[in-house]
């Protein structure tokens, strides 16, 4: 660890949460761990989310992030329980816990929420996501947060809020417009309908589709192939990459000649 990273969740910690996680090398795999309800999310995983996250991305040594789900689905989203006003005792944090704060208040507790999903998209490491079985409401934005997704033949890939009256409020939106379009985002979304790995990759929303048992080697081999470049190189270049789209272009070139400056001086031992 660097002398600024941040104290990582025990394993205990993150077992209570639903999480587990695992290092070897330069790679970390958090799984969401719930199989007893698919890997259903609450707000207790999100906020276990950011604080892992945050030691994750501070630690120099963890270079590629791959996120699973245990068992044979990635996540089939909120947990529905979380949405019972009931469900909010013995301290138990619960959506429907949310009804009774202003507005103000309402915005700070979810922005809490979306730090557990944000953090993936640090240029400081590469985040892959491997989704098997179904990915719907919270769980598709959790896979959507990641820079890249390997899906198993077996993907379902759904916005389901719409069809609670609810919207997508989890960091979602932007990456999917960007990976498809606004029109077959809107459609995506107020249709609640479900997307097959077949046209999860024709429409740009997977990297690679793969049959079921050759997801974790697929995961696996492209893991190599993303630790094997410098990691300095990696994380600017990941950083342009996320700037290119609302950069105008002489803003983006000033960034590539600034961060090829730093190369090179790097490199130089300048």
């Not at 890249?148 to 009256?165: H, Y």
């Not at 609810?166 to 990456?175: A, F, N, Y």
Request: charged share 20%; with cysteine.
């Amino acid at each position: 660890m660097t002398p600024t990273a941040v104290p990582r969740p025990d394993a205990q910690e993150l077992a209570a949460a639903g999480l587990a996680l695992s290092v070897e090398g330069p790679v970390a795999t958090v799984t969401l761990d719930r199989q007893e309800v698919r890997n259903a999310q609450t707000p207790a995983m999100w906020r276990m989310l950011a604080t892992l996250g945050e030691s994750l991305v501070t630690d120099d040594a963890v270079r590629v992030v791959v996120l699973r789900g245990a068992g044979s689905t990635f996540s089939v989203g909120l947990d529905r329980a979380m949405l019972d006003p009931a469900g909010a005792g013995d301290g138990v944090e619960t959506v429907a816990s949310l009804l009774a704060l202003d507005d103000a208040s309402m915005s700070a507790v979810i922005d809490d929420y979306q730090r557990g999903f944000t953090w993936l998209r640090d240029p400081r490491i590469l985040s892959v996501a491997a989704v098997q079985g179904y990915a719907v409401g919270a769980g598709f934005q959790l896979a959507l947060s990641c820079d890249l997704r390997v899906l198993a033949e077996d993907a379902q890939l759904c916005m389901k809020e719409s069809a609670l009256g609810l919207v997508p409020d989890l960091t979602g939106t932007k990456p999917l417009v960007e990976a498809v379009g606004d029109a077959r985002a809107l459609e995506i979304c107020v249709s609640a309908r479900m997307v097959g790995a077949a046209e999860a990759l024709r429409i740009g929303l997977a990297l690679e589709v793969v049959p079921t048992e050759a997801l974790d080697e697929t995961v696996a081999g492209l893991v190599q192939a993303l630790t094997s470049a410098a990691p300095d190189a990696v994380r600017e270049t990941k950083a342009l990459m996320l700037s290119a789209a609302a950069a105008p272009l002489e803003d983006q070139r000033r960034l590539e000649r600034e961060a090829q400056a730093r190369r090179f001086r790097a490199l130089a031992g300048g």
